[in-house]
Structures are given as C-alpha cells and as structure tokens.
C-alpha cells in the first residue's frame, strides 16, 4: 500500500511528465518537415512558417490552433507519413496591436499541399475570421492539391474557395506568395482583396512549365510563366512584389495599418503629427506652362499626405494611373489618380480596370476616396477597342458611380470627354470637386475640337489659329464648369491639403440611400 507521501510524489512526477511530453510534442510539431527540410527551406532564402508568421505579427501575440492535426489518408503508404499540422500553420495574433488571423503553408511538409486535414484548418481560421470582423492574411508557399489524396483535396479547395467569397467585402483578404503557389493554391488568392509577391522566390500559375510544353509545346521556366515581374507588370494578378520575405512581411504589416478591420468599422484612424493646414508653395508651380509637358503626379499626392506616406497598389501596372492608400489627419484614405508621365495620363483598358478594381475595394470598405484628375481622354486605335476599352472604361465609370464613399476630386489640368465624366465627376456622384487654376475642362484639347468645327478652315493657318486662341480662351479653363457649378470652387494648388482635409472632415458621415438590390451587374 502506498503512503500519502509516496502517492504524491507520483502524482507530481506524473504531472511534470505530462507537460514534458506536451512540450515534446510541440517541439515536434515545430519542426514540421525536419531540420534537413528546414535547411534545405533556409537554403532557398526562404523562411518558414511559423518565422514569418513571427514577423508578420507583434512579438509573442501568436496563438496557434491545430498543431497535432494529421491527414487521415491511407492511400499510397500516407497513413505511414503523418506530420503534426499537415503542412499549414494557422492561427491569430495582433499587428500594432489589432486583431489578424493568419494561415501559413509549410512547404518542409508534403511541399505545403493541402489535404483534406489541410483544408479544415483552413476553413476553421475563415470562419473564426469573418465571425470576429478582423483581416485574414494567408502566406502561400505550397504545391497544391495534396496528390495522393485526390478529389477530398478538391473538394477542400472548394470549401475555402466559397469561404473567400462569402468574406469578399466584409473583412480585408490578403495574400502573400511567397514561393510556388500552383493548381488550387492559386484560386484562393485569386479572390482575396490583395496579391503580394516575393520576386524570384515565388510563382503562381495554373498550370506548370511542363504541362505548359505538353499542351501548347511552349518552353517557359516558372518565373516566365508566373514570376513577380508577370504578374506585377504584365497581368496584373498581383499588387506588388517585394525582395525578400522579410521586406515582404513588413509591408503586409504596413498596409493592415492602413486597412479597416472589416466593411463596418471604418477606415482606421492613427494619431498624425502633420498639421493638416499645412501649405505647400511648391505646389504652385508644379503644372509646366506647356499643358503638353508631362510632370509626375506622385509628387502632389506625397506632397497632401500625411508625412508622405502612401503605400501605392498595382504600383508597376498601368502607370498611367495611380492607386494607393494615405492617410489625412491620421484616417486612412484612397487616392485614385492620373499620371501624366505616362501616356499622357490616358484611361486605357488596363487602367480603367485598375482603378475600378480599387475604388470598390475602398468603397467596400468605407474608406473615403480622393481623385486627382489629369487626363487627356480614353486612349484611341483598334488594340484598345478590340481589347474591350468600353467594357472596362465602363467598369471604372460604375465603380464611381456606385461608390456611397466619400469623393473628394482635384482637377490639376486636363479633364477632356468622357473621362472627365467617369473621374469621379460631380454627374457621378463626387461630393466636393475642385479645380485648380490651371484647370482645362471640356469635350477635347483646343487642337482637335478646332479641327472638327472648323474643318472648312483648315487651309487657312491665320483662320485656325485664331479659333484655337477662341476654344482655348472659352473652354481651356475650370470657369465654364465652375459658372456652372460643375466645380465647386477653384482652389490655389498650395492650399490642396488643407483644403482636401476639409472636405473630408464635412463629409464624415456622409449617408447616402440606394434602391434594394441582390447585387449590381458590373460589366465584368
Ligand atoms: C503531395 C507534394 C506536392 C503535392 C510537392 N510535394 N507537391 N506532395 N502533393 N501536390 C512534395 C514532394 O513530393 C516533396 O516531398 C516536397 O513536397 C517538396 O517538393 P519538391 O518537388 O522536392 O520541391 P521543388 O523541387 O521545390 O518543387 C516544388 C513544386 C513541385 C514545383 C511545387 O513539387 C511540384 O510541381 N509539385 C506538384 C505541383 C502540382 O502539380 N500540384 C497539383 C496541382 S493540381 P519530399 O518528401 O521529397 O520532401 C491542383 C488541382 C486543384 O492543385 C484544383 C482546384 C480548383
């Protein structure tokens, strides 16, 4: 028989080795792959899970769910190849201090493939992220469906798929890729608000290089098919691309700052210490005197953020117009603008599609949007009408016109045709326009209008000078829109920050009632 004494001791030892064996079975989870795979993930300059999970959060905020999952295959010898965590590591923690839920593939374990195990952990996080309202962050470096597990592989896609959508416009979705992202993988990012990369470490395609050669007989490498550089500048499937995993991470941590934690929070305010009366005298001279010479737009949205922060999407593609989040008296606002710098600041298809793609994330999200407006029209010739200019001029005309946000506009110069109308014009719904001085309002430059009316005149240089001087002094400027309350006031460019911090101060709650709808029919 046992004595008191004895039956503690055993209880005590007992204990101590229930927890050691926890902390060994967390210690072999950590490991995931093992230290070869851990080696050989360093080896390619890349992280691992759960260190850039480290990085993305604040210090010692994760909680991870799921460590001891194991997939439930036994076909082709699985059920003797379990690993603790299946190949993701999910779970939440804070970035400054807010909510985030994160997922994070691990490529050391069956090359990050996602299970049907896989997925569940997946889905758990999705669904543990819509019901708290906070941005979920998935880092994708995996190699799809798990093969040996066939459609219950598919059918987890599936599920995470519909969960995307399900949370599309109610929390922000973002993904990093951050090695190979093929198959399935690719769809989930495919509907999530951002893509970011990680150049030359990473690649996303549906299909590989080497069913590529077998159906189309191409020879592409995956960085040809699906690098950063493709998708930054060519197809425009990711948002930005980073070095290294590290610049990457902190970046991701950069933009949640700047992002609502969901569609009815509001846009995030910080405190500023930039007065928001500050002027800028610079700004003064910043339209050449030649409205043909180019001059760079990023300048003046620098020059009215707050303490120059602006954290630009789609920063490599479709130049000719600029997308980005900043901040105005500490409160996280859009800025849709024209980059005269590049193609004269036209609206072509991919730019249209560019900017209506982020005026309705930002309107989703409640964050108010403000428009510099320079552009010379909708960019002319069979490749853009063949490229279906209509239908995606279209898309960033509705993307306006739909949006229930604040609109603030800031016509610099040129505001010819159409486009004038679709920049978020006061027709389409902008709550305060202004113009500056230097403002050119009407149906096209003086050169081709002249060219159109006065046809008869066209063998006559002195005749057709002088109707030019006639167009340009009648329509060449923001009075004709401004006499007819088409612009609300016409501003000193110096005073654009004040004056834009204004308007949005006036515009806080801003209500605005639409018919009942199941959903619009944007020209997709
Ligand atoms: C199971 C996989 C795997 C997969 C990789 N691995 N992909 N295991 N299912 N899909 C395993 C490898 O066997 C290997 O295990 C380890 O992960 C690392 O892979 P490597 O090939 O050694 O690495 P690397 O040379 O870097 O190549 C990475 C890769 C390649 C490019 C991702 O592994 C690859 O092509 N994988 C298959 C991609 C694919 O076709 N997936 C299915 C897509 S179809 P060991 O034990 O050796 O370390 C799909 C359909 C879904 O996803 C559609 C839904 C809409």
Redo the contacts with the bound molecule.
Sequence with gaps: MLSETTFSDVQSISMKDILERLEDRRAQARLG?GAK?IEAQHGRGKLTARERIELLLDTSSFEEFDMFVEHRSTDFGMEKVKIPGDGVVTGWGTVNGRTVFVFAKD?TV??G?LSEAHAQKIIKIQDMALKMRAPIVGLFD???????EGVA??GG?GEVFKRNVIASGVIPQISLIMG?C????V?SPAMTDFIFMVRDRSYMFVT?PEVVKTVTNETVTSEELGGAKVHTTKSSVADGAYDNDVEALLQMRRLLDFLPSNNLDGAPEWPSYDDPNRVDDSLDTLIPDNPNKPYDMKELILKVVDEGDFFEIQEAFAKNIITGLGRLEGRTVGFVANQPMVLAGVLDADASRKAARFVRFCDAFNIPIVTFEDVPGFLPGTAQEYGGLIKHGAKLLFAYSEATVPLVTVITRKAFGGAYDVMASKHVGGDVNYAWPTAQIAVMGAKGAVEIIFRQDMNDPEKIAARTKEYEDRFMSPFVAAERGYIDEVIMPHSTRRRIARALAMLRHKEVERPWKKHDNIPL
């Design positions: 792959g795979r490529f069956f090359g493939s995996a190699g799809g469906a798990r093969i040996q592989a598919l896609y190979p093929a198959g399935g993988d769809y590989g």
